[in-house]
Nanobody, 121 residues
C-alpha cells in the first residue's frame, strides 16, 4: 500500500486560492487512478476529484470549474489547485489511490493525516 502525506492547507478568505500537495511513499506509476476526498465537520468523507495515469479527470459538481487535479508521476506527487474558494469548501482534505467497486470509486490505500482548509466569509 502507498502511504501519503498531504500539505498546503491553510486559512484563506472567500474567493482566494490554495494548492494542496499529496506526496506518496513509493512510485505512483503503477496506480491507475488517484483522487482527493474532503470531510467537513459532521459530514461524510466524499470524493471531490480523481485523475488517471493518463491524465483523465473527473470532478464533483460542487467543485467543478473551480478545482483542478493533476499529478506528477516522476515526483510521486498529486496536486489539487483550488480557486474561487467558498466557505462551503472548509474541510479536511485527503488523498488516496482509488479502486473501482460495484457502487463506485473507493479508497485503496491507507489515509494520511489530511490537510485542513478553512475559508472565511
Amino acid at each position: 500500500q502507498v502511504q501519503v502525506v498531504e500539505s498546503g492547507g491553510g486559512l484563506v478568505q472567500a474567493g482566494g486560492s490554495l494548492r494542496l500537495s499529496c506526496a506518496a511513499s513509493r512510485s505512483i506509476f503503477s496506480i491507475n487512478t488517484m483522487g482527493w476526498y474532503r470531510q467537513a465537520p459532521g459530514k461524510q468523507r466524499d470524493l471531490v476529484a480523481r485523475i488517471t495515469i493518463g491524465g483523465t479527470t473527473n470532478y464533483a459538481d460542487s467543485v467543478k470549474g473551480r478545482f483542478t487535479i493533476s499529478r506528477d508521476n516522476a515526483k510521486n506527487t498529486m496536486y489539487l489547485q483550488m480557486n474561487s474558494l467558498k466557505p462551503e469548501d472548509t474541510a479536511v482534505y485527503y488523498c488516496n489511490a482509488l479502486k473501482v467497486t460495484a457502487t463506485g470509486w473507493a479508497p485503496r490505500g491507507s489515509w494520511g493525516q489530511g490537510a485542513q482548509v478553512t475559508v472565511s466569509s
